[in-house]
């Protein structure tokens, strides 16, 4: 089945800003809203940046997403030790006819 | 604010049926929105097993259409996946969650984890 294209991994120092990407399609992201979600070792995902670009209550605004044609971005400025973790993006996928979830991306802060 | 639960037998033998419920707890919306389905193999990526609405309709990932079975119980407040003819392959993390709109799922549950062998 198909994924949302996202590198393995990613990696930064403590205070950088790392973004990580998301590549899809015209029948996912090209037309539809994108999800992040952050996975904490041991943990269930939890809701990072929804619509693109709007943050849940509670999450910092050193989070932020953003969306251009098929691809989507989330970047993480002032890197902390707690953002080591997975993150997933996800989109609705026509195709699918349900959403569809990027591969994950390892963020390691060096 | 809304809580999810999952439950069910953390082993199952190959070729058999697994069977999981959501408890959905808390939440003045806890109505709104019934569940969906995600699972996890060991070291990999989410994978959308399928959903069901208010209504009841369900709505199946094609890759467990022919095996799977998602429920609701508004009674009780909660939704169950049965996924029959489990192989190995099987083995996750089971997720429940909160379907809110398209892809966007809070809260999940904690998960758990089911492993296929005999």
């Known amino acids: 089945q198909s994924v949302l294209t996202q590198p393995p991994s990613a990696s930064g120092t403590p205070g950088q800003r790392v973004t990580i990407s998301c590549s899809g399609s015209?029948?996912?992201?090209?037309?539809?809203?994108v999800t992040w979600y952050q996975q904490l070792p041991g943990t269930a995902p939890k809701l990072l940046i929804y619509?693109?670009?709007q943050r849940p209550s509670g999450v910092p605004d050193r989070f932020s997403g953003s969306k251009s044609g098929t691809s989507a971005s989330l970047a993480i400025s002032g890197l902390q030790s707690d953002d080591e973790a997975d993150y997933y993006c996800?989109?609705?996928?026509?195709?699918?006819?349900?959403?569809?979830f990027g591969g994950g991306t390892k963020l390691a802060v060096l | 604010q809304v809580q999810l639960q999952e439950s069910g037998p953390g082993l199952v033998k190959p070729s058999g049926t697994l069977s999981l419920t959501c408890a959905v707890s808390?939440?003045?919306?806890?109505?709104?929105?019934?569940g969906t389905w995600v699972r996890q193999p060991p070291g990999k990526g989410l994978e959308w097993i399928g959903e069901?609405?208010?209504?009841?309709?369900?709505n199946y990932n094609p890759l467990f259409k022919s095996r799977v079975t998602i429920s609701i119980d508004k009674s009780k407040n909660q939704f169950s996946l049965k996924l029959r003819s489990m192989t190995a392959a099987d083995t996750a993390v089971y997720y429940c969650?909160?379907?809110?709109?398209?892809?966007?799922?809070?809260?999940w549950g904690r998960g758990t984890l089911v492993t296929v062998s005999s």
């Open positions: 969650a909160m379907p809110r709109s398209g892809s966007r799922f809070d809260p």
């Open positions: 808390g939440g003045s919306d806890s109505s709104n929105n019934w």
């Open positions: 069901i609405y208010p209504s009841g309709t369900t």
């Open positions: 015209s029948s996912n992201i090209g037309i539809y809203t």
């Open positions: 619509d693109n670009n």
């Open positions: 996800a989109a609705w996928d026509d195709r699918l006819n349900g959403p569809l």
